[in-house]
């Protein structure tokens, strides 16, 4: 009952949010300089058409307006039309958004293979060469940008050896798997298409690996952090006192009380990465929701601007849902309070 009630209270939190973020993206979209009617029309466009299309457009009522009709075609389920795609919005974050939470699922699994093993190996070797090189490593990837790392990869890994292929979801004249969830690994795994999982994989490692280089850095980080803080208690010396072994008293007593901070990050990690490939999507030419978002933007394309801001904002706030649901059932203390 009290997990229902925890989660219930989240759940009732996200309404404000989603509200406040749907006001803050709506007028920045709106107050843009540019006119989205001209850029469908082109600029042979006569007066009296421009004027034609921004009145069918809704673009000559008053700010509060135009947001009082999102908002009542939201409730309605309707996002919009694209101005850019001539779909509606909510097929188009359909269409893009598997290809995105593929690359972002990607990204967070290298993450937690690398950064937490790397965090704990900083904090019990602190100071000395290992913790050095760790700390440099974490540090490198927090201060690259992602489009200059991306290059980069795609300059030595694709261009100069060859190693893995540059741009795309797939090999050129390959065609997707059979449409099952949208995210080719999985659909190839579901219809034991072996060629295209291992096209569709290779074809995931640099950009995933560019977009986990800055949420590796922050785990590694927090997991060192963390872990120095748990190493210095008590009940550490004292297990070490009573005999226990080195891999014991790390894996056993203090991992699992210095991993609780790093699951509460791994929220913020994985807004981190779904918000941020808008940039990896560029260099690698991934057809996902940051190439849509992209486009949107350079046509004015409000409806689809406003789409995706209010499906990553959800996204971003489930996602922290699941965590804090997972830490009330982890830490004892929450369930107290």
Known sequence: MDALRFIARRLVLMIPILFGISILTFVISNTIPGDPARLILGPKATPETLSALQEEMGLNDPLYIQYGNYMAGIFQGDL??????????????????????????????????????FGIISASRKDKIADQITRVFALMGVAMPAFWLGLLFLLF???????????????????????????????????????????????????????????????????????????GSDYIRTAHAKGGSENRVLYGHALRNGVMPVITLLGMAFGHALGGSILVESVFSWPGLGRYAVNAINYLDFPAVMGVTMLIAVMFILVNLIIDTLYFFIDPRLKHD
């Open 80 to 117: 919009g039309q694209s101005t850019y795609s001539q779909r509606p919005v909510s097929e188009d974050l359909v269409r893009y958004f598997p290809a995105t939470f593929e690359l972002t699922m990607f990204a967070m699994v290298i993450t937690l293979l690398i950064g937490i093993p």
């Open 157 to 231: 890994f694709y261009l100069k050896i060859g190693m893995f292929p540059g741009s795309g979801r797939l090999d050129t004249g390959m065609s997707p798997p059979e449409y099952i969830t949208g995210m080719y690994t999985v659909d190839a795994l579901l219809t034991g298409n072996w060629p295209v999982f291992r096209s569709a994989v290779m074809h995931l490692v640099l950009p995933g690996i560019t977009q986990a280089a800055i949420t590796i850095g922050m785990i590694t980080r927090m997991t060192r952090s963390s872990m120095l803080e748990v190493l």
